[in-house]
């Protein structure tokens, strides 16, 4: 069982369970997923399962888009409901600015980031003091939606690895009280199904494609290289921040085969097979 399955994850489930769950439930020997949703958020959780598994990174790096709920006047140790709340009072003002484009960004201690080999989140939840180095992420918006007493709404769409926690944080005395993930790339919340499973040809319908024979299909499912004419069938699938991978993905009448990275020689060398 090769392909992708679209779940709207519910509250209070760590993704790792609702992975398993969704295994279990299709008999897939292999799974895994391409994203974690902290347990208090809701939304869009792509599972992979057997061979799909093999280009993670690829669905791990597609752009995000969140709504998420701010609790303002208030903060908490770890950025969501999860945390030790504090009660301020300061609200932050009304008037919003974001700044939008490339960004640092530090990680919340709170946080899955591995530092020295070791979850920050089980670092700090032992009493270490430590700090994360700052990252640069992207923000494509980052809009108010609404804004009521000490409860404000906002649309946020950004590159993979930015935290929503700390942009809420960075808002002033503020927290994540509810996130929803809407989109993964091409892929929206809206087509979920879990009992739904998305073959690996239209999984992978956000590369470029190349068409091969019998003969070349043989060779690229062994990892060989293969002639390649230049011609290039364009993706079917495109998020609005994504670019399309370098890689191409070469089918056959009866699927996929293989991604490929074009070689200076006009080549095309298998990196990722599906037929093994």
Not at 135 to 158: K, M, W, Y
Request: aromatic fraction near 6%; charged fraction near 30%.
């Amino acid at each position: 069982m090769d392909g992708i399955v679209l779940v709207d994850k519910p509250a209070g489930l760590s993704s790792h369970k609702v992975t398993n769950d969704v295994r279990r439930e299709l008999g897939a020997r292999k799974a895994g997923h391409a994203g974690t949703l902290d347990p208090f958020a809701t939304g869009l959780l792509i599972i992979l399962l057997g061979r799909a598994r093999r280009v993670q990174r690829f669905f791990m790096g597609m752009s995000k888009e969140y709504i998420a709920v701010a609790r303002l006047g208030a903060t908490s140790t770890t950025g969501d409901p999860e945390g030790e709340i504090e009660m301020t009072g300061k609200l932050p003002p009304d008037r919003f600015e974001p700044t939008l484009g490339k960004i640092s960004q530090r990680p919340p201690i709170y946080s899955a980031v591995k530092v020295d080999g070791k979850r920050a989140y089980k670092r700090a939840r032992e009493g270490e003091q430590f700090e994360i180095p700052a990252r640069e992420v992207e923000l494509f918006e980052f809009s108010q939606l609404s804004r009521d007493a000490d409860r404000a709404e906002f649309r946020i769409r950004c590159s993979s690895g930015t935290y929503v926690r700390s942009l809420i944080s960075d808002l002033g005395d503020a927290y994540t009280e509810e996130l929803r993930r809407t989109r993964i790339g091409p892929f929206s919340v809206d087509d979920a199904d879990s009992g739904v499973v998305i073959g690996l040809d239209a999984a992978l319908g956000f590369f470029d494609h190349v068409e091969l024979d019998a003969a070349d299909a043989k060779k690229a499912a062994h990892g060989v290289a293969v002639e390649w004419d230049g011609k290039v069938g364009k993706a079917r699938l495109s998020g609005p921040e994504d670019a399309t991978p370098e890689e191409l993905l070469l089918t056959a009448v009866d699927g996929p085969v293989a991604l490929a990275e074009r070689r200076d020689d006009g080549m095309l060398k298998p990196v990722v097979g599906f037929r093994a």
